[in-house]
């Protein structure tokens, strides 16, 4: 990556930290796996979003981990809607 | 006490039971756990093993606080129940049953639960680490008593309720109680088991959310009213208290 992104975090109540492209990843991949999604299909819809958000990411200044949370559900909705639906919900589980 | 007494003894309990069982926290910590589970790539027989660990921990802690009171009740309280209990568990179960229409859930998103964060956040936190079954059996254990805010009306007055009647029908109530009340958190425990997507289960629960509501603090409310009635007002007319 060329410049440090920062991520603001959720309600502002946590300190801001730079955009982690491994973390975004490893969160999605965690979503997908979550609804039983065989590990190839995983893998790739991963890779796709990540690269896409990454690109979005890339042109702001900084963002909120909840606009991150908006677009990857919107991306991987294409790919897998049902991790997608997981993504964005399982913050509101509890 | 007659047997057609103690029918409708039993009868109550089971209505107090089906209340405690409309209340979600458990389930939501249950799914929460699976979820994680899932996600770690987790083998299906130690899921299995998690969500065994994990119901068996809520099954003791409501067998232990129905118990518990039970006996609590039972030592304070020598001959004929006085009308005060009885007052104090249908007041609790009727402002109960008001709250949760009004406050069970918090805005109009997911699942989210009208209970203090630092129980959630603790909840939440757990469900993530928890990776052996004797973890998820703690975590059941203290799933139930962060549901005590909505659970124990029910608990109190099912408790007045079982301790006039024999020790046999007492234990009988007992696991009963815990059994119905547990069995929303046994068919999710094995929906999850047998391969049912996390995502469908919390979407059905998303959907029907607000009819849950209604039901937990409708049910309340009744019985609130049903034992008050039963207890007080029959009662005093017939010279009872």
Known sequence: ?94 | MTSVDTYISLSVVILAAFIHASFQLSISVLTLMSGHALGRKTARHRLINLIGGYLFGATVMTTLLLTFVAYLFGSLITGPIPGLWWAIGCGAAVGVGVSVWLFYYRGQLGTVLWIPRGFAQHLDSRSKATKSATESFSLGLSSILSEMLFIFAPIFLAALILIPLSPDMQLFGILLYATVSLLPLYIIGLLIGSGHKISHIQRWRERNKRFLQFAAGSGLFLLGLYVYNEKIIVASMLGGL
Do not use: N
């Open chain 1, 1 to 94: 990556m060329g410049r440090a992104i920062d991520v603001v975090k959720r309600s502002g109540k946590r300190k801001s930290e730079a955009f982690d492209i491994d973390k975004l990843s490893r969160s999605i991949h965690l979503a997908c796996m979550s609804v039983r999604t065989p590990e190839g299909e995983a893998e790739s819809a991963t890779s796709h979003v990540a690269g896409i958000v990454t690109l979005w990411v890339e042109k702001k200044p900084a963002v909120t981990s909840d606009d991150i949370r908006r677009q990857v559900a919107g991306h991987l909705h294409r790919y897998h809607p049902e991790a997608a639906y997981y993504y964005l919900h399982q913050r509101s589980i509890l």
